[in-house]
């Protein structure tokens, strides 16, 4: 399962970016969260992830934070 980082939260609208360890950026959005809130995460918090693609390109689903 791919890991990364979370590099920007807009938590108006319910989504990030991940920046993954290879530096590409993917989008995710508050329902592709397990096990935890979208108003608890932040900037730089280790997360890991799977990629699916979209009508709009790449997003992450299943994104866990890492402990």
């Given at each position: 399962m791919p890991t990364g980082k979370i590099k920007k939260?807009?938590?108006e609208r319910g989504?990030?970016?991940?920046a993954g360890v290879d530096g590409k950026e993917v989008f995710f959005h508050q329902s592709a969260l397990v096990d935890v809130q979208f108003d608890s995460?932040?900037?730089d918090q280790e997360v890991e992830f799977e990629v699916e693609n979209s009508p709009k390109g790449p997003r992450a689903i299943n994104v866990k934070v890492t402990k």
């Amino acid at each position: 399962m791919p890991t990364g980082k979370i590099k920007k939260l807009v938590r108006e609208r319910g989504f990030g970016f991940i920046a993954g360890v290879d530096g590409k950026e993917v989008f995710f959005h508050q329902s592709a969260l397990v096990d935890v809130q979208f108003d608890s995460l932040h900037e730089d918090q280790e997360v890991e992830f799977e990629v699916e693609n979209s009508p709009k390109g790449p997003r992450a689903i299943n994104v866990k934070v890492t402990k």
